[in-house]
């Protein structure tokens, strides 16, 4: 299910600097094998929940997340099927969003009792407004890839059997365009908010403390145990 496992991590930590440094490269795509995009983060390497930790394999990630969001190349996600926790946050951390019919995108974070991660909380508003960002952030609810059209999570939904030809059509489009141009309209678009990353260390430590929680330890267990988890409701209504 493509999950962030550690050896995926360290395969963007290397190849996304290297491609954006590459200046033959004038567009990504990113996009995953058999009937996943990306199941989110890889739960059997989380053993280790103390602050600390956490923050650490945040900020690790947060280098190659910082040059995907600020970078001036544009990046294309292929969505060819989940797109769930950590998953989704690597779609919206893209510039196109193409979505096979068949795709799906999920927070999964509430399900886990973490908090999102990966810039996911920073991107998602950008792309659906708060009031939606809170609703499928907070719920956990499922959103079909006609509905993330609709919402604008995505650029454009192809048949599933299209996925491949639409997406890598679309960025060699962008690629044949004019490259500074399109960079520096990137560049400005973000300019347009917050800075990305004040935002990511205040993900980090939020991040930590959802990680050092009992509803995440219930999360997990709930996960590894392929049952419904049970969040106790913890002080006043």
């Known amino acids: 299910m493509n999950a962030l496992s550690a050896a995926i ?4 930590e290397t190849e996304v600097p290297r491609l954006l440094a590459d200046r033959a490269v004038r567009g990504i ?24 930790s956490v923050r650490e394999r945040l900020h690790q990630s947060h280098a190659w997340v910082k040059l995907l969001l600020a970078g001036e190349k544009p990046v294309v996600a292929a969505v060819n099927g989940a797109a769930a ?12 969003v193409v979505a096979a019919d068949n795709a799906y995108f ?33 719920t956990n609810r499922r959103v079909t890839a006609e509905e993330a059209l609709m919402w604008g999570m995505a650029t454009r939904v192809v048949p599933a059997a299209s996925l491949i030809p639409e997406a890598l059509a679309l960025a060699q489009s962008l690629a044949a365009g004019p490259a500074t141009s399109l960079g520096l309209t990137k ?3 973000n300019q347009a908010y917050n800075s990305i990353p004040d935002f990511l260390n205040e993900e980090a430590m939020t991040q930590a403390i959802a990680f050092g ?13 392929k049952r419904k988890p049970q969040f106790r409701r913890r002080g006043p209504a």
């Open 9 to 12: 991590k360290r395969g963007l």
């Open 29 to 52: 795509v990113i996009t995953g094998t058999d009937k996943a995009f990306c199941a989110g983060g890889d739960i059997t390497n989380m053993a280790d929940r103390s602050a600390p």
């Open 85 to 96: 926790g950590a998953g989704f946050s690597l779609a919206m951390m893209c510039d196109f």
């Open 106 to 138: 999920q927070a999964g974070f509430p399900g886990l009792g973490a908090a999102p991660d990966l810039g996911l909380a920073l991107t998602l508003p950008r792309a659906v407004g708060m009031l939606r960002a809170k609703d499928l952030l907070m």
């Open 187 to 189: 560049s400005l678009l």
């Open 213 to 225: 929680s009992e509803e995440f330890d219930e999360g997990v267990a709930a996960f590894l145990g």
